[in-house]
């Protein structure tokens, strides 16, 4: 039995499905620290054990020890406090996948301080708008070259940022050197006293319309974790697991350091550059994971390579979150490699939210069913439960009161209203947007939490995806889910992948747009625009046909891979009504 886990969770083997979700419990202490009780833990319970085991392109392979991961965090945390880092203060991070974003993260919550990972393709304009927003203090970053460029236009418009600190081999004489920083500081740290419910770490989401808002997570986000880690990647103890994202998207939280590390899996890292997916490959079998999850779109690439030449034997678990993916690139990929993988779903704002747990068979395009604790269900625009077939908004129905009206008694330590509490059953729920009561508020309508993601469920209780509810495309009175055209197309081998989106039409309201971008040995004609158009009708309902296909050399996507649809829908706006 892992000595962690056990200390959080009551029972942790379950006979089934059914019984997992009706027993599962996760016991939230009011002072837990994810730093203290668990990295540390692991360092005087196993000092040798393998905490990250880490390569680059250029195949460099480093290991650390839990041992390390203590030392180093507590350097880290003597550094940021010599440098007037505070609990409370604010610290954002953008390292891609050097060793320091773990060590940084463990060291902030060891202070108390709060967390803003970021991806290194912000602009200044991103740079500069985060910073106030969220008052950051200090910003440590990579010595990515574009984004020290975009972190010199944007430093001097925050009013609040004492601090810059490059991460690298090359730091400008303006910028503090972290890696200098934390060699030199003092070795012992004295434990900080921290609560449970004190704000840790905030995720920019990455909506369709306004402003990015800020997702709050307290030090409970980490328990959640346990059923993301444990019960859907299938983490073994002491085995290495691969989660391919980079450092500043909510899928790091996911699978890259909280429930793998309570779990006492080794947390494999793969620091690229750019994804080219003979390297991906490789490093693949240079780091050997018993267990794998990537964004879709790396398996999308992957299938289109040949696999003959690697060994995938060591791999012993497989799974995606994202964004759905297509039954066409399941069946391929289990083809090709004997893999079957197992999808997730959840958001930035939460842990997983449903899944194909280990006890489920797979149904190939379907999410899963639900996690406990969260009482996930589908709900109509009246709030009604879905009948099975019916597509409904997915939402938390379990949380007892209110989140918003929870937080209003809460202050954060600079004694600012902030949602930064819940009930303690609900590790792994955001506590709101942060500085954003009337968004928090519209979010949480009588205790229940609408996500926004459209699904529908099948008689079995199975999920499955539809789309964002603004993804929806409503068409001469039919509503149509965009991955349910994307997976007919993909089942077509010019394409090697797609977004499906609306297009304003006077007649129709909306009409169902195609972006292709075409697999190798494939051009571009009206002959093959004909063929896609014809295979939909017949894999799929006639009236779900793009009758716009576009061809395009690539898609718009975050950091993580995941299609950006609302970039092509504002393009397409654009062009239309502002030429």
């Known amino acids: 039995m892992n000595e962690i886990v056990s200390r959080y969770c009551p029972r942790i083997e379950f006979d089934s499905y059914e019984d997992f979700y009706a027993n599962y419990r996760c016991e939230v202490p009011d002072n837990f ?115 020290l460029q975009n972190i010199a236009a944007a430093a001097p418009r925050c009013a609040g940022l004492k601090h810059v600190a490059i991460v690298g081999e090359s730091v400008p004489l303006a ?90 899996a080794a947390v494999g890292v793969y620091d690229t550059e750019k994804f080219i997916p003979l390297e991906m490959l490789e490093a693949i079998q240079r780091l050997r994971p018993a267990t794998f999850c990537a964004p879709a779109t790396i398996f999308r690439y992957l299938i289109k390579e040949d696999l003959s030449g690697y060994d995938f034997s060591f791999i012993r678990h497989t799974s995606v979150a994202g964004e759905p993916l297509s039954p066409e690139v399941y069946h391929k990929l289990k083809e090709l490699t004997g893999l079957e993988i197992r999808e997730g779903f959840g958001q930035s704002e939460t842990s997983v939210m449903a899944a194909v747990f280990k006890w489920l068979p797979v149904k190939p395009g379907s999410m899963g069913k639900p996690a406990p604790l969260f009482g996930l269900t589908l709900l109509d625009e009246n709030g009604d439960i879905c009948d099975d077939g019916i597509v409904g908004n997915m939402s938390i129905t379990r949380a007892g009161k209110n989140m918003y009206e929870l937080a209003a008694a809460d202050k954060t ?56 509810n603004d993804d929806v495309i409503k068409c001469s009175g039919y509503r149509i889910g965009p991955f349910e055209v994307e997976s ?61 296909v576009d061809f395009v050399p690539d898609l718009p996507k975050t950091i993580s891979g995941k299609i950006q649809r609302n970039m092509i829908r504002k393009k397409d706006f654009d062009e239309l009504y502002h030429q």
């Open 33 to 147: 620290n994810f730093a203290y009780d668990v990295v540390d833990e692991w360092a005087a319970l196993q000092p040798e054990k393998t905490a990250l085991l880490y390569t680059d392109d250029s195949g460099l392979m480093l290991s650390f020890t839990f041992a390390d991961i203590k030392r180093l965090s507590g350097q880290a945390a003597n550094a940021l406090l010599d440098l007037g880092v505070k609990k409370g203060d604010v610290v954002m991070l953008i390292l891609k996948q050097r060793p320091e974003v773990w060590v940084l993260m463990c060291a902030l919550m060891k202070i108390g301080a709060v967390c803003i990972p970021g991806t290194y393709q912000l602009t200044a304009k991103d740079l500069e708008y985060r910073c106030n927003i969220a008052e950051v203090k200090m910003l440590v970053a990579c010595d990515d070259t574009d984004l």
């Open 175 to 264: 910028y503090i050197d972290m890696r200098a920083a934390i060699a030199k500081a003092e070795r012992q740290f004295q434990r900080i006293a921290t609560e449970t419910r004190d704000p840790m770490l905030i995720y920019f989401s990455s909506g369709t319309t306004g402003m990015p808002k800020m997702v709050l997570h307290n030090h409970s986000l980490p328990l959640g974790h346990i059923v993301t880690a444990k019960y859907w990647h299938c983490v073994e103890d002491g085995a290495v697991h691969l989660t391919q994202t980079d450092s500043g998207w909510a899928k790091f939280a996911w699978g890259k350091i909280y429930g793998q590390w309570i779990c006492g």
């Open 413 to 468: 330590a600079e004694g600012a209203s902030a949602p930064v509490t819940g009930p303690s059953d609900f590790p792994g729920l955001f506590r709101g947007y942060w500085k954003d009561e009337e968004i928090t508020g519209d979010c949480w309508n009588g205790g229940t939490y609408q996500t926004g993601d459209m699904a529908w469920r099948d008689d079995e209780g199975y999920f499955w995806f539809v789309g964002r």
């Open 488 to 548: 007919a197309l993909m089942e077509h081998p010019s394409v090697l992948e797609c977004a499906v989106t609306a297009v304003p039409d006077p007649m129709r309201g909306q009409v169902v747009k195609a972006s292709v971008v075409l697999a190798r040995g494939f051009t571009a004609s009206e002959e093959l625009k004909r063929e896609l158009q014809n295979h939909v009708k017949r894999v799929t309902a006639p009236y779900k046909y793009p009758r716009i």
